[in-house]
């Protein structure tokens, strides 16, 4: 199967005012035309900025779920439960902190091991 290129809305609207010749289109002036394209062009570049800044914001904020998650770190190893009452933020799920570890763990800045514990063994988490 052939590598296809996606096609985006902003390219078809270049393409069709790259085609525009002549004095209308249709039964509408030609610079009316081009004005319409420029404006969707220019509404898609602001909906792709703020979705820039919106996902910005949104990995300053999990930044500092992973500052909050590495300040409860110690040099014993802790379980994963044991790690989600101590960072006590209401808003920092179970899967949210265990994707904060694991990215800690990547970077090398904490290790990952197994416990035993009286529910059987259980990854645990300590300063590296």
Same mark, same amino acid.
């Given at each position: 199967?052939?590598?296809?290129?996606? @096609?985006?809305?902003?390219?078809?609207?270049?393409?069709?005012?790259?085609?525009?010749?002549?004095?209308?289109?249709?039964?509408?002036?030609?610079?009316?035309? +081009?004005?319409?394209?420029?404006?969707?062009?220019?509404?898609?570049?602001?909906?792709?900025?703020?979705?820039?800044?919106?996902?910005?914001?949104?990995?300053?904020?999990?930044?500092?779920?992973?500052?909050?998650?590495?300040?409860?770190?110690?040099?014993?190893?802790?379980? @994963?439960?044991? +790690?989600?009452?101590? @960072?006590?933020?209401?808003?920092?799920?179970?899967?949210?902190?265990?994707?904060?570890?694991?990215?800690?763990?990547?970077?090398?800045?904490?290790?990952?091991?197994?416990?035993?514990?009286?529910?059987?063994?259980?990854?645990?988490?300590?300063?590296?």
């Amino acid at each position: 199967m052939a590598n296809t290129v996606k @096609v985006t809305r902003k390219d078809y609207f270049n393409a069709i005012k790259a085609t525009i010749t002549g004095e209308t289109v249709g039964a509408y002036p030609a610079e009316d035309v +081009i004005a319409f394209i420029d404006n969707e062009i220019a509404k898609i570049d602001n909906k792709a900025a703020k979705a820039k800044e919106k996902a910005a914001e949104k990995k300053a904020e999990a930044d500092a779920l992973k500052d909050a998650v590495f300040a409860v770190i110690t040099d014993e190893a802790q379980t @994963v439960d044991a +790690i989600v009452a101590a @960072v006590a933020d209401p808003e920092a799920t179970k899967g949210k902190i265990v994707a904060r570890l694991t990215a800690l763990a990547k970077d090398g800045t904490i290790v990952k091991e197994e416990v035993k514990t009286d529910a059987g063994k259980r990854a645990a988490y300590k300063l590296a």
